[in-house]
């Protein structure tokens, strides 16, 4: 098998993450989706690594990690204190540029 | 290095603004003395530049350079031809007037108007269209030149859509609705022209690789510079657009109307008598040098524009039932004149426009700020509301009629000379337009005369019995302009010599000369 | 290992593992997308991070596979879930659309997208691999570290000032002022008989003899369930259990009994069945 | 000497300087002041014209040249002043008859408020009119030409309260225009022509170009004398110029300005001669003309209306002689000169009886005047004899000096030009002694009857010290008009005499105009014979009508020509629905294309712009979903754009 297919794998999942970030309305679910795209990043990452034979690749997908999680924290703050305020985790309430 | 003239000319103005505006609001009086003081200093400036000049020296004198962008090759240039020359000094020249005249424009309205008039601001917006209005006559640097071009547009904004007349026959809300409305027509006129400008300077720089007007004129000249002939054609239409809305020239004329009439009497003026000028010069200095064939290819089409609005803004003139419109109009119809005799390509045409412009800013001035004296007592610019001045204000109907023969070119005076001189310039190379334009001097004598008749003459209306005669800062403003015209008219030659030689070189930039004569009666 | 990484074409192993997990990974992945539920969309994307954990090590990339285990599977999602329980796991959102066009816009877009990403990998010159066998050489982890403290040195610090901040901020946003002391015992006791209801203790959960569960309602002396007796957050979920017909059900399942006894009427195991049913 | 040709125009122009500007504290001194600068200026044409005698005919040309005025490459307009024997005629005829009238005018205008700007704009005149005739070139004649122009403006409209004064004003001032753009177009063909539009270079090298430009510039100058001298198609603003004070009548509207067209014409006698064509147009217009004149002065009761149709008919022969070429240069000039002298004298006239008679200009309304004005009556009749061509008067000699030229012109068109000439000596005949008869013969029609007819009220503020609304006193005018008057009277009676006998005229001008005999078929007798007999046919016709029979004080009907006659030959209703009403209407229409074709062009535009924004607003709905959307599209596209790209 060709290690290509782990790009094609990680274009479908970004895709999908993609789609799903437009579709839901769940704030909580949007973020899930966020995430899988940027896993789906690591996976290219990773697999370019593999393939230039280095490993600059992996500390990327390290960093996005990291960033990752210092995101989410904070995303999931905001969504907290959306519900808070509004009682919904939907992102359509929020369609008004004020709280 | 010696000390840097044209800077100077241009700085002080800009200086005296800023000065201007920092007067506090209570003293309203010093502002308007500082602002006068300055514009007199700068006249003093552009006097020297006009005796340090050389009319027999080289193209461009007293010039500057400094790097400016040093990436784009933008630098810092300024230099002025004879014509720049010409056209600065008529600027410096009329401030003064122009100041004076609207001295109690700007003043707070009586008590019961809610409308702050703030005097500073206004004196202050004056002096910075002087200032940018000098530099770009002395810019040689096509970047630097378009920057003041377009900045120009923001202070006349303010004055035209924030000082109006006095008195407005809807009320002051249908006034400064109507302000406003001829503010933004204004300015969405000129930024349209100005932005396709700036896509042609750009091409120009992408053509070119530098912005300096002289660079690139030799460079045309010596054929080490070669354009496509469809790009020159293209960066030259996109200079004359931005040119033909400043100017003004049919159909892109609109603007003014509405902007001289709601605007106030020296306003208007700085708008028609010096704003203006900056297209006309623009399309003398920059297409012609820049695009020498690309303005020769589009010549025909121009000329026929100039003609309709030759005759065509006359015969709008003649209709009006607004003074200022009526003189706005009339402006339109010699702005014709004026590209006429540029783009006729010969030396009479093109001295003669030169002259225009400088006679047609003191004759507009000396008409348009006498009925803004007379509106101003009526408070009515329609010109219906008027009658039998000449009884009760015999000084005013003085100085308005002959500011009205100026206007119709009479002999004598200086627009005739121009006028004439743009007519034979035109007439040598192309006899019918010369001919056709020739009706435009009938229908100038109408629209004058109607305008003298209905206003001045006939049985003394009720409104106007008590109208007060022309009052001595009037008569200041007045008197000098006429005594210019007479002057100008009779012995024009001063200006002429200054002007020839820079048309001389003009036309050596496109290669055109004068048609030779059938029969050679004057002996070389 | 090395040998295989650096090889080309990789093992049959690894192919048949991708095809397998590939495929596992993308329905979760799918199953994130469709869920109704929060919850069930949070495990199926940590199912799919598990997979692609287990890719990276497959790659080479043994610390991230494990960091990816730990961190986003371990921690995040754990994360996610909390927040859910906070938020409150309210009745499914439906999956309906509100925004004209919205979805398929989406779909659309996202099926362009993805055939173009695809496309573009297609005709990307991805012939060589190198293959981790020098960099992997001594040890993956000292390989990342030596890159991370000295290449990358600075990154790294800045995460480090990234995380911090990420954690004050997250409690910046979430912490809320409490404004007024809270209420004693005492006071809320007052409070109830001032407002004059609900003055003895909330009535408990109906409970049988076989049943002890929280979410059954009692009954009502008409027979009707009462909600107060269930816990509001059971309540909020709608996780109550109606248990009004329960009696009956039980009454019909013992005369079934009996007559099979004495085997009155052939047996109909489907009304057997049924009551059967009904009693669970 | 040549020095003094510059002091002839200062001195004027500084007179109307001063007057103008001057302010109230001239008011009382004003017209003196005037009246002095023009006398001196009379005196220097005096002086200038004696040195001038003791030359001989080669050495007269004086040149002064002042500055260049505007010099542009091969375009060099000089200002330049050349005095020859034909600008000296002009000279002294404009500074004389300018000096009576100013004269004359000092009596005349005693009781304007207005007074002092009068003459200032009188000097205004005569500054400019000796420019015009001074020039050396033709674009300094054209600063002259239109100078004359607007001091005619200013003193036609000089009664601005007056609305017909002031439209009368203006529409002669716009005529005139038409006829200057003939002229500019004329320079402007000159010097495309030639490289120059002085008149020595032209003139020396008229032969050299081909006759059709030349025919184009006769035309064009044609068009300009056309304007000035009123003359067909441009004739209409004489009649409405009489709304002037009556000195402006006489010395603008009779002796000088109107004539101007036919200096012109003379002036550039060396173009006319290599141009054929064009000199029939002008003989042309000079028959129409003075016929035209004449039937119009038979029917006017409005004696300055009648006087003018007769100045039109007259310089109508002047243009006529001026376009048979040599054959008629001289007499042309000779007949205006003379004329100059009888009509100011008769205009004179007019204005003493009007002054007499609470300005009323209605001749039915005069009568029997003679015995209360005797002077005016005397000098009048003089002017009348004069300007009918009574033999041993100016008249009679210029006059019939054109009629011979007419003839001697050959060929049928000799036949048709001496024909008209001859009708048009028969109607002046008839129309003179109808307004003599119905002035001074006759009952005495202004008494016990109201005075002023409407539209003359208020006319002349001159006469806001007689009694309004009462019977008039006529009565004769102070010494100050009469004296003008009397000496005008001579000068008409004597003066045609003078210039023909040896033909010292002829010889006077001839240097510069040039002169041949034409081959008259008839002899000068046989001319004379006939224009006697046209003459006592036409003063018998007027004596039947008038002498005779009393005249209504209210205008008869009158046959179906007279009618026209009243109303200008229905010229003025020709003009107003042809240009005024297609003027106003295009005007109009223009203003509303403009408003809302060339500018509803723009507005639709913006209008267009803001409907387009208002729609795209409805894409920002605040969901951050559809934002989104609209990212991931964008980044769909630019990933498609790159590939795009990367595959070309």
């Not at chain 2, 524009?305 to 003139?317: Q, V």
């Not at chain 2, 800062?473 to 015209?485: C, D, F, G, T, Y």
């Not at chain 3, 799919?48 to 494990?66: D, E, P, W």
């Not at chain 3, 004059?196 to 008409?222: F, S």
Request: neutral net charge.
């Amino acid at each position: 098998m060709n290690p290509v297919n782990y790009l094609y794998l990680a274009a479908l999942l970004f895709t999908i993450g993609a789609t799903g970030v437009l579709i839901r309305r769940n704030a909580i679910v949007v973020f899930m989706c966020i995430e899988l795209m940027l896993n789906a990043c690591n996976l290219a990452f990773v697999t370019f690594s593999r393939m230039h034979g280095n490993l600059d690749g992996q500390i990327i997908a390290f960093f996005t990690m990291v960033v990752a999680a210092a995101e989410v924290v904070v995303g999931l703050a905001i969504i907290v204190s959306l519900f808070r305020s509004r009682h919904s985790a939907s992102v359509d309430d929020a369609s008004l540029m004020k709280l | 290095m010696s000390f840097p003239l044209l800077t100077a000319t241009a700085v002080l103005p800009a200086i005296g603004a800023v000065a201007t505006a920092a007067v506090p609001a209570a003293r309203r009086t010093a502002a308007k003395s500082l602002a006068l003081l300055v514009s007199l200093a700068t006249l003093a400036l552009a006097i020297t530049i006009l005796v340090r000049f050389d009319p027999d020296g080289g193209r461009y004198q007293l010039t500057e350079s400094h790097a400016w962008i040093a990436d784009f090759g933008v630098r810092y240039e300024l230099g002025v031809d004879g014509i720049a020359v010409a056209l600065i000094a008529l600027t410096a020249l009329l401030m003064p007037f122009i100041i004076l005249a609207g001295w109690h424009d700007a003043d707070p309205l009586e008590t019961g108007s809610k409308r702050w008039r703030p005097t500073q601001g206004f004196f202050a917006l004056i002096l910075g269209v002087e200032a940018m209005v000098i530099i770009s006559f002395e810019a040689t640097d096509v970047f630097l030149f378009y920057i003041f071009f377009e900045a120009m547009l923001i202070p006349m904004y303010f004055l035209i859509g924030g000082f109006g007349d006095r008195a407005h026959e809807h009320g002051e809300e249908a006034a400064s609705t109507q302000r406003s409305y001829a503010a933004v027509k204004f300015l969405l006129y000129n930024l349209v022209g100005g932005l396709i400008m700036l896509a042609a300077v750009i091409g120009l720089y992408v053509v070119a690789g530098n912005f300096s007007l002289q660079e690139i004129a030799q460079a045309r000249a010596n054929g080490s510079l070669h354009m496509a002939t469809n790009t020159e054609r293209w960066l030259f239409l996109g200079f004359f657009f931005a040119f033909a809305v400043k100017a003004p020239l049919w159909p892109l004329h609109t603007w003014l109307p509405n902007a001289m009439q709601e605007s106030t009497a020296p306003v208007a003026v700085l708008i028609t008598a010096v704003v203006d000028k900056v297209g006309t010069f623009a399309m003398l200095r920059f297409c012609l040098q820049l695009f020498p064939e690309a303005s020769k290819w589009a010549t025909p089409a121009i000329l026929v524009l100039a003609l309709i609005s030759i005759i065509y803004g006359a015969l709008l003139a003649v209709g009006q039932r607004d003074i200022k419109r009526l003189v706005a109009y009339a402006s339109i119809s010699h702005f014709g004149f004026i590209i006429l005799g540029i783009f006729a390509m010969t030396s009479q045409g093109q001295s003669g426009a030169t002259l225009y412009m400088v006679n047609h800013g003191i004759s507009t001035a000396a008409l348009m700020l006498v009925a803004g004296f007379l509106i101003s007592r009526r408070g009515s610019r329609l010109i219906a509301d008027y009658g039998g001045v000449q009884k009760v204000a015999p000084v005013l109907a003085g100085t308005f009629l002959i500011g009205g023969l100026a206007t119709l070119s009479l002999p004598g005076l200086a627009p005739f000379v121009s006028e004439f001189l743009v007519l034979v310039g035109t007439f040598t190379r192309y006899p019918a337009i010369g001919i056709i334009a020739t009706f435009g001097i009938v229908l100038a004598a109408l629209y004058t005369l109607v305008l003298y008749q209905r206003t001045m003459t006939g049985p003394v209306k009720q409104e106007v019995s008590a109208m007060p005669d022309l009052r001595a800062r009037e008569l200041v403003v007045v008197a000098p302009l006429i005594v210019l015209l007479i002057f100008l008219g009779v012995y024009p030659k001063p200006v002429t010599d200054i002007v020839n030689p820079a048309v001389k070189s003009t036309l050596s930039d496109v290669h055109k000369k004068d048609p030779k004569p059938e029969v050679e009666a004057v002996a070389k | 290992m090395s040998a295989q990484l650096a090889a080309y074409s990789t093992s049959t192993g690894e192919a048949f593992q991708f095809w397998v997990l590939g495929t596992v990974a993308v329905i979760g992945a799918l199953a994130t997308v469709f869920m109704k539920r929060a919850v069930h969309s949070a495990l199926s994307l940590a199912g799919t991070m598990i997979i692609l954990a287990i890719f990276y090590l497959a790659n080479g990339a043994y610390f991230l596979g494990i960091v990816q285990i730990v961190v986003y599977t371990g921690a995040i999602m754990m994360l996610f879930l909390f927040v859910v329980m906070l938020v409150g796991v309210t009745a499914a959102d439906s999956l309906k659309e509100t925004i004209k066009g919205q979805r398929w816009l989406a779909l659309l877009c996202g099926l362009g997208f993805g055939v173009l990403l695809l496309a573009g990998i297609g005709n990307a010159s991805l012939k060589d691999f190198n293959g981790l066998g020098e960099a992997n050489a001594n040890g993956n982890v000292e390989g990342l570290a030596a890159l991370i403290f000295t290449k990358y040195v600075f990154a790294f610090e800045i995460t480090g000032a990234l995380l911090i901040t990420a954690a004050v901020g997250a409690m910046v946003l979430t912490h809320r002022e409490r404004t007024e002391r809270a209420k004693t015992q005492r006071e809320l006791s007052e409070q109830r008989v001032r407002e004059g209801k609900h003055m003895p203790p909330l009535p408990a959960p109906g409970v049988y003899a076989r049943h002890n569960a929280v979410d059954i309602a009692g009954l009502l002396p008409d027979g009707t369930p009462s909600e107060l007796t269930v816990s509001k957050t059971l309540r909020e979920r709608g996780q109550i259990r109606d248990v009004s017909a329960e009696a009956l059900n039980d009454l019909r399942a013992l005369e079934q009994r009996a007559e099979e006894r004495l085997e009155r009427t052939p047996i109909d195991p489907a009304n057997l069945k049924r009551a059967e049913e009904a009693s669970k | 000497m040549e020095n003094l040709i510059a002091l002839l125009v200062a001195a004027p122009l500084l007179g109307a300087a001063v007057l103008l500007c001057g302010g109230r504290r001239l008011d009382a001194v004003g017209q003196w002041i005037g009246t002095v600068l023009a006398g001196a200026s009379f005196v220097i044409g005096v002086v200038l014209f004696a040195d001038m005698l003791g030359k001989d005919a080669e050495h007269r040309i004086l040149i002064q040249h002042l500055w260049t005025w505007i010099p542009v490459e091969s375009f060099q307009a000089d200002v330049t002043f050349r005095l020859d024997q034909l600008s000296m005629t002009f000279v002294l005829l404009i500074t004389g008859v300018g000096s009576l009238i100013h004269l004359y005018s000092v009596g005349y205008m005693e009781h304007d408020e207005r007074r002092r700007r009068f003459f200032g704009y009188l000097n205004l005149f005569l500054a400019a009119m000796l420019l015009l005739v001074l020039a050396d070139n033709y674009l300094l004649l054209y600063v002259g030409w239109e100078g004359v122009g607007l001091a005619s403006y200013l003193l036609i409209g000089f009664w601005q309260h007056k609305p017909s004064a002031a439209t009368a004003a203006k529409k002669a001032f716009l005529v005139n225009r038409v006829g200057d753009m003939g002229l500019s177009i004329a320079i402007m063909l000159m010097f495309t022509t030639f490289g120059t539009f002085a008149f020595g270079p032209v003139f020396s090298h008229v032969g050299e170009t081909g006759e059709g430009k030349l025919t184009a510039i006769g035309l064009m100058l044609l068009l300009a004398a056309c304007g000035k001298s009123a003359q067909v198609p441009l004739q209409s603003w004489l009649g409405d110029a009489m709304e002037g004070p009556t000195p402006v009548s006489a010395l603008i509207h009779a002796a000088t300005m109107v004539t101007a067209g036919v200096y012109l014409i003379v002036r550039s006698g060396a173009i006319f001669n290599a141009a054929p064509d064009a000199q029939l147009a002008v003989t042309v217009v000079g028959a129409v003309t003075l016929l035209f004149g004449a039937i119009v002065g038979c029917a006017k009761d409005d004696i300055k209306k009648a006087l003018a149709g007769s100045t039109m008919s007259q310089i109508g022969y002047m243009v006529l002689a001026a376009g048979l070429g040599p054959i008629g240069y001289v007499f042309a000039i000779m007949h205006l000169v003379t004329h100059g002298f009888f009509k100011a004298g008769l205009f004179l006239g007019a204005g003493s009886v009007m002054h007499g008679m609470n300005d009323e200009v209605d001749m039915r309304k005069y009568g029997g005047l003679r015995k209360y004005m005797p002077v005016t009556f005397i000098t009048f009749g003089l002017g009348y004899l004069a300007i009918i061509g009574f033999p041993g008067l100016s008249g009679f000699f210029s006059k019939d000096k054109i009629i011979e030229a007419a003839f001697a012109k050959g060929g049928t068109e000799g036949w048709i030009l001496g024909g008209a000439a001859l009708l048009g000596a028969a109607i002046t005949a008839f129309y003179m002694t109808r307004v003599m008869l119905m002035t001074f013969f006759g009952e005495e029609r202004w008494r016990n009857q109201p005075t002023r007819s409407p539209e003359a009220a208020s006319a002349e503020p001159a006469a806001e010290h007689h009694g309004e609304h009462a019977e008039p006193h006529p009565h004769e005018s102070p010494k100050v008009m009469t004296i003008p008057m009397i000496v005008l009277a001579v000068g008409s009676v004597f003066g045609g005499a003078f210039f023909s006998i040896g033909d010292r005229f002829l010889h006077w001008l001839e240097p510069i105009t040039g002169h041949s005999e034409g081959n008259s078929p008839l002899s000068a007798a046989t001319v004379t014979g006939g224009t006697m007999v046209c003459l006592l046919i036409g003063v018998g016709i007027a004596y039947a009508m008038y002498g005779r029979r009393p005249v209504p004080s209210v205008a008869p009907r009158g046959s179906l020509l007279t009618r026209a006659a009243r109303r200008d030959l229905l010229q003025d209703d020709f003009n107003h629905v042809v240009l005024v009403r297609g003027g106003e209407h295009l005007t109009r229409s223009l203003v509303y294309v403009d408003h809302t074709l060339v500018d509803g062009v723009v507005n639709g535009t913006a209008a267009s712009v803001g409907g387009l924004s208002g729609r795209m607003r409805k894409l920002q709905n605040g969901f951050a979903r559809s934002y989104a959307v609209s990212m991931f599209g964008g980044a769909a596209i630019l990933v498609a754009a790159t590939l795009l790209m990367r595959a070309v």
